[in-house]
């Protein structure tokens, strides 16, 4: 049964870093003493859910996470510095520490050690979420102790909605555009400027011709989409930013 472990410290542990070509340990107290840390563990690097939904998210949503009094947001599973270090890096997720507990050490101090043998993983972190404030953990959000790989309450928005339910969460903007598109730098700029952040999607690396052709059904560049929602080109773009009295990040 895995425990919920809500007044209790965190582990103490140092984590085996690598930075560069050096390596670099990391004390727990390095990462929580003073500061309000929200973690989220998982079962490993690279895998579906783990790269897909928990990870992106968490990213997405580590401004507003800060706005709410975050100092830092930490994902954290036993796999080792390089593949956390490449990890990070294949999914630009730059507004997350990334935390190898390799050991396993700080997983079985939280009583999170599962046995993912029948996998080929081995010992690896049951998926859970937690908000540590000066080293003492606030408030879990364990998955279910139920056979697979349960997703439903360790997720972003859920530690979010415990955070400040009110908290405005960012717009989900994608912008289609190709290399050397005059239009699609003037609809960036625009964009930086009102303070958005986006996704670009680049023609020829990221998505062909056809691909904007299904989804937008034009052929011409850029082509911005907000929450949704098709804004079209950067003229369009400019309509919209102009009728808002305030944007919001």
Known sequence: MLEN???R???????KT????????VTTA???????VVLFALPGAFTPTCSSSHL???????????GCGIDDVICLSVNDTFVMNEWKKTQKAENITFLPDGTGAFTQGMGMLVDKSDLGFGKRSWRYSM??????IEKMFIEPDVEGDPFEVSDADTML???NPKAVKPKAISVFSKPGCGHCARAKSALNEAGFDFEEIVLGSDATNRSLRAISGELTTPQIFIDGIKI????????YLSGRHSVAA
């Open 18 to 25: 690598r930075s560069g070509d050096a390596w670099k340990d």
């Open 5 to 7: 472990i809500e007044g």
């Open 161 to 163: 909605q415990h955070l």
């Open 131 to 136: 908000l540590v404030n000066d080293g003492k």
């Open 232 to 239: 079209g080109g950067a003229d369009q773009l400019d309509q």
């Open 9 to 15: 410290q965190i582990p103490t542990v140092n984590f």
């Open 56 to 66: 992106p998210r968490y990213n997405e949503l580590a401004t507003t996470f800060k």
């Open 30 to 36: 390095e990462l929580f003493a003073g500061k309000k």
